[in-house]
């Protein structure tokens, strides 16, 4: 394994791994070591950086938009860390338009100018909210349903039929249509 990932120029998990066309991420120590870009089909790329020296020289690169964001939105120092912490997409929204530009991507363009793509970096993340996307609507289709108005909304409940003999009616409701019912859908 260790060879391998020599050949392929990874010798060192703790340094950044990435694609530096489309961003996307070596998880390193994390599982297994991606090799190549799964969107791109290149190889990934061991930069000099430590993961940690990587993600401090990108919030270099953000230096006093937090301000410009806080004063433009007009919210305190507490509010704009609350929306950061909520990862409220505002803030990005905001970012990008004082940065005029996505600033991950203007970041990943500054530190790879030859092999930065915007549009593989684009069209990765749309992927990426899709698989997102699909996969809640998964969840949520297979979440069980009231059988009358087909909310989720719905929980087990149980009525004491006779406690002396532990004998209890096992039923769901619906909270938003009220509906009691036997089986969810
Ligand atoms: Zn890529
Ligand atoms: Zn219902």
Redesign the pocket.
């Known amino acids: 394994m260790q060879k391998y990932l020599q050949e392929n120029g990874i010798d060192d998990l703790k340094k950044k791994i990435l694609c530096t066309r489309c961003g996307q991420e070596g998880n390193g120590l994390m599982g297994a070591v991606k090799i190549k870009c799964e969107y791109c089909n290149i190889p990934m790329v061991q930069t000099g950086y430590g993961i940690r020296e990587f993600a401090i020289l990108y919030n270099e690169s953000l230096e006093g938009v937090s301000l410009k964001v806080m004063d433009s939105m007009g919210i305190s120092e507490r509010e704009y860390q609350d929306m950061i912490r909520r990862r409220d997409p505002r803030i990005q929204d905001e970012m990008a338009r004082i940065k005029g530009g996505n600033p991950y991507a203007l970041f990943l363009k500054e530190q790879f100018p030859g092999n930065f793509n915007l549009t593989a970096f684009e069209s990765r993340n749309a992927q990426i909210k899709q698989e997102k996307e699909q996969k809640q609507r998964e969840i949520e289709s297979q979440k069980p349903r009231?059988?009358?108005?087909?909310?989720t909304?719905?929980k087990r409940n149980h009525r004491v039929i006779n406690s002396d003999i532990g004998l209890y009616e096992k039923y769901y409701i619906?909270y938003?249509?009220?509906?009691k019912f036997k089986r969810p859908r």
Do not use: A, L
């Open positions: 009231c059988p009358r108005c087909g909310s909304d719905i619906c938003n249509c009220m509906n």
